[in-house]
């Protein structure tokens, strides 16, 4: 079966624009999940997502959003960016979070210049 | 607050030498714990899940370890190859249950031919 697809693969912004990342799950995940990575921080988590509503949410500001829609697909946005938000950001989808295996995307590369 | 630490940020062995690495937390009572192997700019890719009622569980030359009394986790690769070289991240799902998986920062493997 088909992964977790994330576009872009890659992308450079401007400071204080916006961007809008997207995600695929596996087909028959409800949940999604999104995380930035850094060098300095390792994986963070941003938010999940499940049946198109925000389950949980991690400690980032408001300027990062999300929404699911109703093929599972969801979609993560940054707006007003800056320079500290460079960073791989990945998508990860599973049945069941902890007692499966999350499946994850190849991530994508944001850099703001 | 809940913490988990991988015990080193890089480890250099020998080729066939065992490597071990160490995941700890602190204010947590996982059900569940899972490593994941994570090569540059890709995505991390599962590797092991152990129940909190398991004390070890194996997969060809890998093998992990679950000490719920220290709060610990082993994850050794045994008879490691150059192709092993990659960061080693240990997951853990939140006491809450079915929520997104909380990582530790990893442990960037090196094997020396």
């Known amino acids: 079966k088909a992964g977790v697809t994330q576009t872009p693969r890659y992308l450079i912004k401007t400071r204080g624009q916006q961007v809008t990342l997207s995600c695929s799950p596996i087909?028959?995940?409800?949940?999604v999940s999104w995380y930035q990575q850094t060098p300095g921080q390792g994986l963070q988590f941003l938010f999940e997502?499940?049946?198109?509503?925000?389950?949980n949410k991690g400690n980032f500001p408001g300027r990062f959003s999300g929404r699911q829609f109703s093929n599972s697909r969801s979609e993560m946005n940054v707006s007003t960016l800056e320079l500290g938000d460079s960073a791989l950001y990945l998508c990860?989808?599973?049945?069941?979070?902890?007692?499966?295996?999350?499946?994850f995307g190849q991530g994508t590369r944001l850099t703001v210049v | 607050s809940q913490k988990i630490e991988q015990n080193s940020e890089a480890l250099n062995i020998q080729e066939g030498k065992t490597a071990t690495l160490t995941c700890n937390y602190t204010?947590?009572?996982?059900?569940?714990l899972q490593w994941y192997r994570q090569d540059p700019g890709r995505g991390p890719v599962f590797l092991l899940l152990?129940?909190?009622?398991?004390k070890e569980k194996r997969k060809e030359r890998l093998k992990v370890t679950f000490d719920t009394t220290l709060k610990q986790s082993l994850f050794h690769i045994t008879a490691s190859q150059p192709a092993d070289s990659a960061t080693y991240l240990c997951?853990?799902?939140?006491?809450?249950?079915?929520?997104?998986?909380?990582f530790g920062k990893g442990t960037r493997l090196s094997v020396i031919a």
């Open positions: 990860a989808s599973s049945l069941r979070w902890g007692s499966t295996e999350a499946f």
């Open positions: 087909s028959g995940h409800r949940s």
């Open positions: 997502y499940f049946s198109e509503t925000q389950r």
């Open positions: 204010n947590y009572s996982p059900a569940y």
């Open positions: 152990i129940r909190e009622n398991e």
């Open positions: 997951a853990l799902d939140r006491e809450t249950g079915n929520t997104p998986l909380v």
